[in-house]
């Protein structure tokens, strides 16, 4: 297995960021699961008042800090219980992939017929990698991706879904559901399992996520 590069330890106190662009992904995602006022209702409970009927403009600015994204994801589990949460946040997370790809597909240039033309197994490679270097070049998150013969090791060396957070069992699930839909539609619709395995809010020192190459379906 390849061990991951960590990078340089963050302080606490350190303040890290998402672009505005991603949250307001997120905030449309759910949104589009929950309604108008199931996500007023979260953003109230997780002291987002400044956000709510207010997204983010739709720039790449890193106005958004993870201690907010990881309320706004405790909120939900809060409101939902932890079962209802990571429901909603699956399908929240599912959808952002389809606003995601709108707004990022031309900069990833994976939609194109040379990317189309590819083998599965190159695709999803392709894909894995172009989709975490846009989270390393646009926010403040850190990913680093393992591939190993049966599946990938995706790694949030710094994730904003469990920021500030303790939790019994790995809760990044918005994380897992932009992933299953990815892979979803990098394979042209094929369904993949993807598993978060530790968890920075259970002790854990990173965030990751396993994800198998070989379809469900
Ligand atoms: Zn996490």
Redesign the pocket.
Known sequence: MTLPVVPAAITSGTRLYYPNKMVRIILLAMEEVMGRNGLNAVLNLSRLHHLVNSFPPNNFDRHVSFDEIGALMQALDEMYGPRGGRGLALRAGRACFKYGIKEFGPVLGIADLAFRLLPLTMKLKVGADVFAETFNKFSDQSVVLGDEPDHFIWQ?TR?P??WGRKAEAPC?HLAVGVLQESLYWVSGGKNFEVQETA???CGDEI?TFVIDKKPLD
Request: aromatic share 0%; hydrophobic share 35%.
């Open positions: 949030n994730c879904m469990c990044c968890c920075v809010a965030c």
